[in-house]
């Protein structure tokens, strides 16, 4: 094969001739460097050599990429690779490898903690409940989200850390994030870790942040937890001597709603949120039973006593939702009604979960099994008894709690509308 000095004009006037597959020009100055040309195709530099006994070919790449100098260097390499007995191929395809993990490599090195948060609840919502998944998103929020009104939110404690390369997440940044947060809002960092630690358990076990984080799971720290301190007891409840100031108060709210939510919710002892996510579909008016969507169990039924009937019946049905607020943002924050119709009541400091903890306490008067008070409430068995050997059915319940209710009721001085309870099996 005749070789020439590649020169920049003689590669760029080298074409395929008419009639032929393909064209080769051969540079003589390195050696196995070649030029390749076809009919339909852009020329490309070639490296051509023997290695064991074998003719091999390389595509080197595109004139228009490669100057000669470069590509007369490369062919050397891969002459070099031949003469220490190595085959080019194999060679080019470790580099490859190397080349596509390290690429890997540093865009998980760059990878924020955010854009693994953001997988995360992707790929965990759809197995959380709506509380649940709202936590997640309420502590990560940044001053860059906005409100319904589109004013910028306060930025929740998770948003520094999730502002961070998700490298840079160790035990030192946590313990001082902790620390830094323990002054302002304990009690919203306390549920933040507990977030963060199974978000980082979770990347643990993703290829895809292999050995970004260390071995052993940063927000498992002692420092941390001990600086954010340990939640204390709480014990807001509703006595029996306060009940007819608070039913009073609530029964006065000017919206008829939310004082059959907070009602429901002292007379059901659910928490706060499953009552807010009941549906219309829910409520089994035939069998008077009330299906609750629970953290624990998934759902549980419990009676649909009454007066929770009645409140139910009375209102109106805007959507699937029994809760539900002519504006979106009514039933948002419910507490505040609660808190305005606790302070006209003159009573301090009793949460919307300090009415399920008032029901719990209220059942003491009746001597109620406490197990009944358990399943009502959608607590978790407490002994093996209970757990294994004991199924109440849902009439059996409504014995317990249709007495529970009475009870409360006759201590406020409310009387149940028999007639408005009627109507709820009137509607279906």
Known sequence: MPKIAFTAGRVTK???????????????TSPGLGLRSTPSGRPAYIFQGRFQG???????????????????????ELQRNIDEGRDPREVKAQATAADVAKRADDRRQA?????????????????????????????????????????PLKPGPLAPLLALP??????????AWAAKESKARPTAARLSLRLLKAFLGWCADQTDYAGVLPSTNPAKSKK???????????SDALQREQLPAWFSAVRGLPNPTVSAYLQTLLLTGARPGEVLAMQWTD???????????????GQRVIPLTPHVAALLAALPRRNEMVFSGERAELMAR??????AACKAAGLDGLTLHGLRRSFKSLTEWLDVPAGVVAQIMGHRPSATAEKHYTVRP??????????????????AGVSIDAAQSAKMGDTE
Not at 14 to 28: M, Y
Not at 166 to 175: E, K, N, P, Q, V
Request: proline letters at 5%; aromatic letters at 8%; one cysteine or more.
């Open 14 to 28: 080298f074409s395929c001739p008419p009639g032929k597959a393909q064209a080769f020009l051969w540079d003589s």
């Open 54 to 76: 074998q003719t091999l070919r390389l595509t080197i790449g595109s004139p228009d990429a490669w100057t000669i100098p470069q590509a007369q260097e490369k062919a050397r």
């Open 111 to 151: 990878l924020t903690a955010r854009e693994a948060w953001n997988a995360y609840l992707l790929d965990r919502a759809p197995h959380w409940g709506e509380r649940h998944r709202q936590d997640h998103v309420d502590k990560a929020v940044t001053s860059d989200d906005l409100n319904k009104r589109g004013k």
């Open 166 to 175: 998700l490298r840079d997440l160790d035990s030192a940044t946590i313990d």
């Open 224 to 234: 941390a937890r001990e600086s954010l301190g340990r939640p204390g007891v709480k």
């Open 283 to 297: 409520l089994d008016t035939k069998w008077k039973g009330l299906t609750i969507r629970d953290k624990v169990e």
């Open 334 to 339: 419910p507490h505040r009604f609660h808190e």
């Open 394 to 411: 849902l009439d059996l319940l409504r014995v317990h709690h249709e007495r529970i209710e009475a009870w409360i009721l006759a201590q």
